[in-house]
């Protein structure tokens, strides 16, 4: 059993920044790649940011140079420091680690609750 719990998210007016955590617990041993998704209201799901064990990242085309994924792995954790907000940012923003647990020795893709990210003046 895993658990992802995320953090951060609120009301941030155009401009500002937000830092999103995110962190694994649970029956986990292994995770390889991490990563942010986002999903708007009557929207599709698209992928924010990713980042492996080794800390190689990329971007969606829509965040690069605005935004910066990191990792913990000691902590299990993932970040998502956020700046320069734009409306269009606005979505609830889920977190994703792809785990190998005790209990089932197979490879998961496992998903946060979702965090509510809102750009508005």
């Known amino acids: 059993q895993v658990q992802l719990v995320e953090s951060g998210g609120g009301l941030v007016q155009p401009g500002g920044s937000l830092r999103l955590s995110c962190a694994a617990s649970?029956?986990?041993?292994?995770?390889?790649?991490m990563g942010w998704h986002r999903q708007a209201p009557g929207k599709q799901r698209e992928l924010v940011a990713v980042i492996s064990s080794g800390d190689s990242s990329r971007y969606a085309d829509a965040v690069k140079g605005r935004f910066t994924i990191s990792r913990d792995n000691a902590k299990n954790t993932v970040y998502l420091q956020m700046n320069s907000l734009k409306p269009e940012d606005t979505a609830v923003y889920y977190c994703?680690?792809?785990?190998?647990?005790?209990?089932?020795?197979?490879?998961?893709?496992?998903w946060g609750q979702g965090t509510q990210v809102t750009v508005s003046s």
């Open positions: 649970g029956t986990i041993f292994s995770i390889a790649n």
């Open positions: 994703a680690a792809d785990g190998q647990t005790v209990v089932s020795g197979t490879w998961k893709r496992y």
